[in-house]
């Protein structure tokens, strides 16, 4: 199983990007899914996720400016991030539970990250 993400590049603050992430390989069944990030010299951080039934979460610091979303036809989540700020420089990691088999309870995989620069 991979998640790979892609999507990620240079934009202006106040600009719009989208992220993907699609999960393949021995994919039974995904459950919850969620984009985590880390800048430079801090901690990785919960961004926003998504269960299965498509119920979302946000981190304040995004609330009204991100939008998670899945596409479970196609294993694939999205992060459509709008109004940027630099502070949202970061590397992004997508993260899901992944089950392999009907028997399996899932494991947690994550993806490798994709650089987000906000910046003019």
């Known amino acids: 199983v991979q998640l790979q993400a892609s999507g990620g590049g240079l934009v202006q603050p106040g600009g719009s990007l989208t992220l993907s992430c699609a999960a393949s390989?021995?994919?039974?069944?995904?459950?919850?899914m969620s984009w985590h990030r880390r800048a430079p010299g801090k901690q990785r951080e919960l961004v926003a996720a998504?269960?299965?039934?498509?119920?979302?979460n946000y981190a304040d610091s995004v609330k009204g400016r991100f939008t998670i979303t899945r596409d479970n036809a196609k294993n694939t989540i999205y992060l459509k991030m709008n109004t940027l700020k630099p502070e949202d420089t970061a590397v992004y990691y997508c993260?899901?539970?992944?089950?392999?088999?009907?028997?399996?309870?899932?494991?947690?995989?994550w993806g490798k990250g994709t650089l987000v620069t906000v910046s003019s």
């Open positions: 993260n899901g539970r992944i089950a392999t088999t009907s028997s399996d309870s899932g494991m947690d995989y």
């Open positions: 390989g021995s994919v039974y069944s995904v459950w919850d």
């Open positions: 998504i269960t299965a039934s498509k119920n979302t």
